[in-house]
């Protein structure tokens, strides 16, 4: 499937965007692990969080829905999964794989996790590392990539393990295989990430404390099964804001977005670039804050984006890059390694695509540098990237050409409806199979 995007509109309206990827992972996993029913609502029923939800069946959990993002799951406790019924496929997710692995070191059965082609070529050495000293047994393809192969094992062992990169999905990975081990489980990071494992284990009243950099839990306690209510994503309403912020004329709400803190990198870096962004009814809703955000259009400058930011943009980096094709002047992004290794390598996909689109810019190992300018029409390729296809989408808005956005499929990961709410919203998108 690809996007045929025509050039120039507006965005107005008021929209909701679908709920929050990282939220709807854990809200299954820490679900499936209580005791008692908890019910989910705001659920993205988006692929990967759909695969995450499949796994558990496969393992004897009872999950009803989704259904208009309502879940209810009779959680088995944390020593009541069965041995999986076959290998677990977890489709495009790195977040699934990566969090399923803390949980099913801690298993007392073996288990094989798969994934797409994407996810089959993802570095999974970051947290064998950790699982493995902690007493795991895994066995992975060359190089630390899937398939992995968890043996079953009758205790792990609490350690305490400082994160080499700052990545909330090792850090949550970590922390789930210690409410399995023995003694305490703790790990620093070199920047903050995103806490919703953290937050949401506290929400299943299981202590977790945060002293002095230290994350860490003690094993062997219970999750008591609550409700849940996710947000929508903010990663999702990243399009929404850039696509907003260049096309002159326009004028969003987006609504109930997630606000945590861990998760703002794009509206600050955005605010910096000059752009009109006002938070509207902040409220807190299961503990993540939640508002209600207008964007207008705004002439944008680029700036040297702040290095401490990054861990809190991480997935919005994309988008970012369109509003930095659009803004005067140069903008550089360093610290950003890590989005070599997404979904795909998303500083040469979306190099690639600028150049496609006739914007100056300068891939370096670690970042980029775009100059704004004029952005042009031509068919750019997504490499089968939920967010390259996203971005590309909103930078028809002020293209002088058409854009056409290969490969979109993927989009279904992460934003099912992407195309007709923006469409609705105002971009002049039509989707052709
Ligand atoms: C996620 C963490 C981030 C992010 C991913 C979701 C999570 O990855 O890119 O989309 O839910 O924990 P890293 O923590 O590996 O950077």
Known sequence: MKYVVAPGGQLSGSHRVPGDKSMSHRAVMLGALAEGTTEVSGFLEGEDALATIHAFRQMGVSIIGPSEGRLTITGVGLKGLSPPDGVIDLGNAGTGMRLFSGILAGQSFDSQLVGDASLMKRPMGRVIEPLQKMGAVIEAAAGGKPPLVIKGTSALQ????????????????????????????????????????????????????????????????????????????????????????????????????????????????????????????????????????????AGLHGIDIPEEEVPLAIDEFPALFIAAACAEGTTTLRGASELRVKESDRISAMAEGLDTLGISNQPTPDGIVIEGGRLGGGAVRTYHDHRIAMAFAMAGLRATGTIEVLDCDHVATSFPGFADLAAHAGLKLASHQ
């Open 158 to 297: 609490g350690v305490h393990y400082d994160l080499p990169m700052a990545s909330a999905q090792v850090k949550s990975c970590v922390l789930l295989a210690g409410l399995f081990a023995q003694g305490r489980t703790s790990v620093t990071e070199p920047a903050p990430t995103r806490d919703h494992t953290e937050r949401m284990l506290r929400g299943f009243g299981y202590p977790v404390d945060h002293v002095n950099g230290v994350i860490g839990l003690d094993g062997g306690g219970q999750l008591t099964a609550t409700q849940i209510d996710i947000p929508a994503d903010v990663s999702s309403a990243a399009f929404f804001m850039v696509g907003a912020s260049i096309a002159p004329g326009s004028d969003v709400i987006l609504k109930h977005v997630g606000m945590n803190p861990t998760r703002v990198g794009v509206i600050n870096i955005l605010t910096l670039m000059g752009a009109d962004i006002t938070v509207l009814d902040p409220r807190e809703v299961g503990g993540e804050p939640v508002a209600d955000l207008r964007v207008r259009y």
